[in-house]
């Protein structure tokens, strides 16, 4: 009968709890006949203006609100393991096509909780519900070091992120060691009193400028890949949204009293990936320039040209990048489009594109693993997901736990032009 089914939605509800950064958000939980989910939406800092709205109002009560009387009511008696029926209904129940009614973190927050919540009720794993038999790759770990931009309110780099990729990891337990070593290894090797503490995402907050940044992080990383073995690649985040002004027509390095007009960000993007080998490319301009991107990626096809602000997580700009040319990898935030159906559909897009699908974290996060359940169960061969900080390790944590738990059957990630 109908109602002995475990995975029917018994109870939602909602609460106001803090992420990582101290700011107030949503946590959903979702009760079913036999077990139990929940989950808190995690924040950006460096939003994309193209995103879903994260609150009605901008108020985390109201999302609340939301939830008690607009939500809960309409999940009562649904099946949790159909998750396009529960997202589909939270489409209903906003009725705006960026859930400005009820806000994307109050949709993310009831999304994920309720698979949660069916995993829970069919007493497998998180990554095994959503991605069935195929679900047992393991991706890379690309984790940033150095840090700037708006998760750096304290200085640091004008660029959001410096970053490592390992290259060649027999698995990813060794993969996230070698990360780790670098991370600990560049206050150890950068000169006396260049380095002021950790930033939003756990990334060392230092007085050098990119470049400088750059030549540390190399050095770096050879003592690391001559010590373990593991190859170690380096890339930016350059979240160029965030240097662009529209109205001067230039991106603008207040740190290092640089103001430079597409051409010249043009050029100096091109110096830093020649320079330092780069291998991994994000945001490297602003959200509406796709030409840049496209020229770029004409240019250095064999490195990872990745969108984050461009794509939002959408799967129509993802189309349209694709069409242009103008990456070949693409951010993956759920809480950018609001479901993990809308999500799983930016994934495809992406792959039937030939892009890379690159699960990753906001800056402002939860200690919840959900984001590494997804990165395995949908096949994205990479998920950016920081180094350390207690909600940054969760994430790697719990990759290592299933790592364990698929024994034999795991695998590495392997990508294209990065592998090796």
Same mark, same amino acid.
């Not at 160029?240 to 027509?249: D, I, Q, T, V």
């Not at 490297?284 to 064999?302: N, R, T, Y």
């Given at each position: 009968?109908?109602?002995?089914?475990?995975?029917?939605?018994?109870?939602? =509800?909602?609460?106001?709890?803090?992420?990582?950064?101290?700011?107030?958000?949503?946590?959903?939980?979702?009760?079913?006949?036999?077990?139990?989910?929940?989950?808190?939406?995690?924040?950006?800092?460096?939003?994309?203006?193209?995103?879903?709205?994260?609150? #009605?109002?901008?108020?985390?009560?109201?999302?609340?609100?939301?939830?008690?009387?607009?939500?809960?009511?309409?999940?009562?008696?649904?099946?949790?393991?159909?998750?396009?029926?529960?997202?589909?209904?939270?489409?209903?129940?906003?009725?705006?096509?960026?859930?400005?009614?009820?806000?994307?973190?109050?949709?993310?927050?009831?999304?994920?909780?309720?698979?949660?919540?069916?995993?829970?009720?069919?007493?497998?794993?998180?990554?095994?519900?959503?991605?069935?038999?195929?679900?047992?790759? &393991?991706?890379?770990?690309?984790?940033?070091?150095?840090?700037?931009?708006?998760?750096?309110?304290?200085?640091?780099?004008?660029?959001?992120?410096?970053?490592?990729?390992?290259?060649?990891?027999?698995?990813?337990?060794?993969?996230?060691?070698?990360?780790?070593? @670098?991370?600990?290894?560049?206050?150890?090797?950068? #000169?006396?009193?260049?380095?002021?503490?950790?930033?939003?995402?756990?990334?060392?907050?230092?007085?050098?400028?990119?470049?400088?940044? &750059?030549?540390?992080?190399?050095? @770096?990383?050879?003592? @690391?890949?001559?010590?373990?073995?593991?190859?170690?690649?380096?890339?930016?985040?350059?979240?160029? =949204?965030?240097?662009?002004?529209?109205?001067?027509?230039?991106?603008?390095?207040?740190?290092?009293?640089?103001?430079?007009?597409?051409?010249?960000?043009?050029?100096?993007?091109?110096?830093?990936?020649?320079?330092?080998?780069?291998?991994?490319?994000?945001?490297?301009?602003?959200?509406?320039?796709?030409?840049?991107?496209?020229?770029?990626?004409?240019?250095?096809?064999?490195? &990872?040209?990745?969108?984050?602000?461009?794509?939002?997580?959408?799967?129509?700009?993802?189309?349209?990048?694709?069409?242009?040319?103008?990456?070949?990898?693409?951010?993956?935030?759920?809480?950018?489009?609001?479901?993990?159906?809308?999500?799983?559909?930016?994934?495809?897009?992406?792959?039937?594109?030939?892009?890379? #699908?690159?699960?990753?974290?906001?800056?402002?996060?939860?200690?919840?693993?959900?984001?590494?359940?997804?990165?395995?169960?949908?096949?994205?061969?990479?998920?950016?997901?920081?180094?350390?900080?207690?909600?940054?390790?969760?994430?790697?944590?719990?990759?290592?736990?299933?790592?364990?738990? &698929?024994?034999?059957?795991?695998?590495?990630?392997?990508?294209?032009? @990065?592998?090796?």
């Amino acid at each position: 009968m109908i109602a002995e089914m475990p995975t029917l939605i018994k109870d939602v =509800s909602a609460r106001k709890v803090f992420d990582s950064r101290g700011s107030e958000t949503i946590e959903v939980e979702v009760l079913t006949e036999a077990g139990y989910g929940s989950f808190a939406a995690p924040s950006g800092a460096s939003v994309g203006k193209r995103e879903v709205v994260a609150y #009605p109002n901008g108020n985390v009560d109201e999302a609340l609100k939301a939830v008690r009387d607009l939500i809960a009511p309409e999940l009562l008696g649904v099946d949790s393991s159909d998750q396009f029926e529960v997202d589909s209904i939270l489409k209903i129940v906003d009725g705006t096509n960026n859930f400005s009614k009820i806000g994307g973190s109050t949709a993310i927050a009831t999304s994920i909780a309720s698979a949660k919540a069916a995993s829970s009720s069919l007493n497998i794993p998180l990554y095994r519900h959503l991605g069935g038999i195929s679900a047992y790759t &393991l991706p890379l770990p690309l984790g940033n070091v150095i840090g700037g931009g708006k998760h750096s309110k304290s200085g640091g780099l004008d660029i959001q992120e410096i970053l490592v990729i390992p290259l060649n990891p027999k698995s990813f337990y060794e993969a996230a060691k070698a990360n780790t070593l @670098v991370h600990k290894n560049i206050p150890r090797h950068a #000169p006396p009193n260049t380095i002021y503490g950790r930033n939003d995402e756990g990334a060392w907050v230092t007085v050098f400028g990119v470049e400088e940044a &750059l030549k540390l992080v190399k050095r @770096v990383c050879k003592i @690391v890949s001559d010590e373990i073995g593991v190859k170690l690649g380096l890339g930016i985040d350059v979240a160029a =949204s965030s240097l662009w002004s529209e109205e001067e027509k230039k991106y603008i390095y207040r740190r290092e009293g640089m103001k430079l007009s597409r051409d010249e960000h043009y050029n100096f993007i091109r110096r830093l990936i020649h320079e330092f080998d780069l291998i991994y490319i994000e945001d490297p301009f602003h959200e509406d320039d796709f030409e840049s991107f496209a020229q770029l990626m004409d240019e250095f096809s064999d490195r &990872l040209i990745c969108g984050d602000d461009l794509y939002v997580t959408n799967a129509e700009r993802i189309k349209h990048g694709a069409r242009l040319r103008a990456s070949n990898s693409v951010i993956i935030k759920p809480n950018q489009i609001g479901t993990l159906t809308d999500t799983l559909i930016a994934i495809e897009t992406a792959k039937r594109c030939g892009l890379t #699908p690159i699960v990753s974290h906001r800056s402002g996060e939860n200690t919840d693993p959900a984001i590494a359940h997804i990165a395995v169960a949908f096949n994205c061969p990479i998920i950016k997901t920081g180094v350390v900080g207690g909600e940054r390790v969760s994430k790697i944590n719990e990759l290592i736990r299933i790592e364990e738990e &698929l024994g034999e059957k795991a695998r590495i990630a392997y990508v294209e032009g @990065v592998s090796s």
